[in-house]
């Protein structure tokens, strides 16, 4: 009687997991609602690059990826604007040489200082390298090629470095010509009058110059 009970009850739990697995397998009925899948999130909208160029706008540099002329222009103005920096801290540079050096010279010939003229030379061979340097860099500055012109007149800083470069484009060519008649008037009277204002012109030159780049980089 025990073995017919117990067979009974092994039956049973063989048919119950029977049951069960089959109801695991089998599909969901028909009218059972889909569920759908979780959209994918989108990636967030990326920030606005805050990269920006001074030598040419954003909508310059993308349509010069479609005309190789204008690519090529942008490539030429970009070389000769940082040749124009670079030769412009080197013409600072040698503006404060001249300018030291003509100031000791003029406190030797001027104020009791032994008029010896040692460092006459010295100094000249300063103003004429840093002339050649001054016209590299005005040069470099207005032909470098422009893809467009300005709509309308702006005071922004490329104005006032113009501005001040005009002044100390000036201010250079006449304490140019004020040096060479100051030596050539050694020894008379008006030595000492051309002399001071060359050397006037000379601190105006060097002013206008530093303003120039103080506009631009500072």
Do not use: C
Request: no cysteine; charged share 20%.
């Amino acid at each position: 009687m025990m073995n017919r009970f117990a067979a009974v009850l092994v039956i049973l739990s063989l048919l119950s997991t029977t049951t069960a697995r089959a109801q695991q397998k089998s599909p969901p009925p028909k009218d059972a609602p889909k569920t759908e899948a979780p959209a994918e999130q989108q990636p967030a909208a990326e920030d606005p690059s805050l990269d920006f160029d001074l030598l040419e706008p954003d909508e310059l540099a993308g349509a010069a990826k479609v005309d190789p002329e204008l690519q090529a222009r942008l490539d030429r103005r970009r070389t000769m604007l940082k040749l124009h920096q670079g030769l412009g801290f080197a013409l600072a540079a040698g503006l404060v040489t001249t300018t030291v050096l003509g100031q000791l010279q003029f406190n030797d010939s001027f104020r009791g200082g032994g008029d010896d003229r040692n460092l006459l030379g010295l100094h000249r061979g300063f103003a004429v390298g840093t002339s050649v340097v001054f016209a590299s860099v005005g040069l470099l500055g207005l032909l470098a090629p422009k893809p467009l012109e300005k709509e309308e007149f702006q005071w922004d800083t490329i104005t006032f470095h113009k501005i001040f470069m005009s002044i100390a484009t000036a201010a250079m060519v006449a304490q140019i010509i004020l040096g060479i008649m100051a030596t050539d008037r050694y020894g008379r009277l008006s030595e000492t009058d051309l002399a001071t204002a060359h050397q006037v012109v000379g601190f105006t030159t060097l002013g206008a110059v530093s303003a120039g780049i103080f506009t631009l980089f500072f």
